[in-house]
């Protein structure tokens, strides 16, 4: 078949590729000498290597202005604590046994008003308002009574009182009547007193606090209860096997009374027996003593009787004799 008027676009298709172009033969590249790291210590410096420079990164550096600025706070906090003296103070005057601080004042409260609320209680000889060193009060103040009796009662009714939508703190005099007491900005103080109403998000949290204590207190007392029935299970069966081991012990005592009382008759019976050897044995004893003296009898009976024999063997030879001395006297 031939590819005669076929399309130019489809003969193209069928045309031979153009021949490969002619490179010229590759040479061979001498090959490197690979060698190991002492052939290059000689350019190696031998001079020792300098310091490293201390780097911190920017948290690094914020805590450790942070820690510098508090240590510094702190050595100061301990020369003001050093040269603390509440009596040496020239605004701290009157009696402070007689001396009322009230804390938590609003800052639109003036000392009059103060002053005007407190009366209640008793006759007031001074009011006296801290403020800062621009003038603006710091929210407590100092009230002397006249009586001892006064301060007494505005001790003891006077604390949480609201005056201009706050509610104060009152307390006594504690920096010329305590000895190391120290106020608040030095480190002392009463503590966080009287706290207002917490948030909502503090009070889910106290809530969640308060039910998972209840939960832990729930699931020990549990535990604790379940131990105690554990113990109160050992000790029953403790008992239990007590009461069984004393009851086989009893069982026991009772068996080996039975077998005493079992062995009774044959040991009355040993002890006839025994007893009837006895018998036997002194019954023989006495034959024996009977023998012994009827051979002794039987022995001097046997001597009795060798004499006898004796003496008469001696009367036939007198006799004999008597007879042959008369014959020979007849001769």
Same mark, same amino acid.
């Given at each position: 078949?031939?590819?005669?008027?076929?399309?130019?676009?489809?003969?193209?298709?069928?045309?031979?590729?153009?021949?490969?172009?002619?490179?010229?033969?590759?040479?061979k590249?001498?090959?490197?000498?690979?060698?190991?790291?002492?052939?290059f210590?000689?350019?190696?410096?031998?001079?020792?290597?300098?310091?490293?420079e201390?780097? =911190?990164?920017?948290?690094?550096?914020?805590?450790?202005?942070?820690?510098?600025?508090?240590?510094?706070?702190?050595?100061?906090?301990?020369?003001?604590?050093?040269?603390?003296?509440?009596?040496k103070?020239?605004n701290?005057?009157?009696?402070?046994?007689?001396?009322?601080?009230?804390g #938590?004042?609003?800052?639109?409260?003036?000392?009059?008003?103060?002053?005007?609320?407190?009366?209640?209680?008793?006759?007031?000889?001074?009011?006296?308002?801290?403020?800062?060193?621009k003038?603006k009060?710091?929210?407590?103040?100092?009230?002397?009574?006249?009586h001892?009796?006064?301060?007494?009662?505005?001790?003891?009714?006077?604390?949480?009182?609201?005056?201009?939508?706050? #509610?104060?703190?009152?307390?006594?005099?504690?920096g010329?009547?305590?000895?190391?007491?120290?106020?608040?900005?030095?480190?002392?103080?009463?503590?966080?007193?009287?706290q207002?109403?917490?948030?909502?998000?503090?009070?889910?949290?106290?809530?969640?606090?308060?039910?998972?204590?209840?939960?832990r207190?729930?699931?020990?007392?549990?535990?604790?209860?379940?131990?105690?029935?554990?113990?109160?299970?050992?000790?029953?069966?403790?008992?239990?096997?007590?009461?069984?081991?004393?009851?086989?012990?009893?069982?026991?005592?009772?068996?080996?009374?039975? =077998?005493?009382?079992?062995?009774?008759?044959?040991?009355?019976?040993?002890?006839?027996?025994?007893?009837?050897?006895?018998?036997?044995?002194?019954?023989?004893?006495?034959? #024996?003593?009977?023998?012994?003296? =009827?051979?002794?009898?039987?022995?001097?009976?046997?001597?009795?009787?060798?004499?006898?024999? #004796?003496?008469?063997?001696?009367?036939?030879?007198?006799?004999?004799?008597?007879?042959?001395?008369?014959?020979?006297?007849?001769?």
């Amino acid at each position: 078949m031939s590819a005669q008027g076929l399309p130019a676009h489809i003969l193209a298709l069928f045309t031979p590729r153009p021949p490969p172009q002619h490179l010229p033969p590759q040479v061979k590249k001498k090959d490197i000498r690979l060698g190991g790291c002492a052939d290059f210590v000689e350019f190696y410096s031998s001079e020792p290597n300098p310091e490293r420079e201390p780097w =911190e990164s920017p948290l690094e550096r914020k805590a450790r202005r942070h820690a510098e600025k508090l240590q510094s706070h702190k050595d100061a906090q301990k020369e003001t604590i050093a040269n603390y003296d509440p009596h040496k103070d020239s605004n701290a005057t009157g009696d402070p046994f007689k001396t009322l601080f009230v804390g #938590r004042i609003s800052f639109d409260t003036t000392e009059k008003k103060l002053k005007r609320e407190f009366e209640v209680f008793g006759s007031i000889n001074k009011v006296r308002m801290v403020y800062d060193t621009k003038g603006k009060p710091r929210g407590y103040a100092f009230i002397e009574f006249e009586h001892e009796r006064d301060l007494k009662n505005a001790y003891k009714q006077g604390d949480g009182k609201k005056i201009d939508g706050r #509610r104060v703190m009152v307390d006594v005099e504690r920096g010329r009547t305590v000895e190391g007491w120290l106020p608040r900005r030095l480190g002392g103080g009463r503590g966080p007193g009287r706290q207002g109403k917490p948030s909502k998000k503090k009070q889910k949290k106290l809530a969640e606090a308060t039910d998972k204590a209840i939960e832990r207190e729930k699931a020990e007392a549990k535990s604790d209860k379940k131990r105690d029935e554990k113990k109160k299970d050992d000790k029953k069966e403790d008992r239990k096997e007590k009461e069984k081991d004393k009851e086989k012990e009893k069982v026991k005592d009772k068996e080996k009374e039975k =077998e005493k009382e079992k062995e009774k008759p044959k040991e009355k019976v040993k002890e006839k027996e025994k007893e009837k050897e006895k018998e036997k044995e002194k019954d023989k004893e006495k034959d #024996r003593k009977k023998d012994r003296v =009827e051979e002794k009898d039987r022995g001097v009976d046997k001597e009795k009787d060798k004499d006898r024999k #004796r003496e008469r063997s001696r009367s036939r030879d007198r006799g004999d004799e008597g007879r042959k001395k008369k014959s020979r006297r007849d001769d």
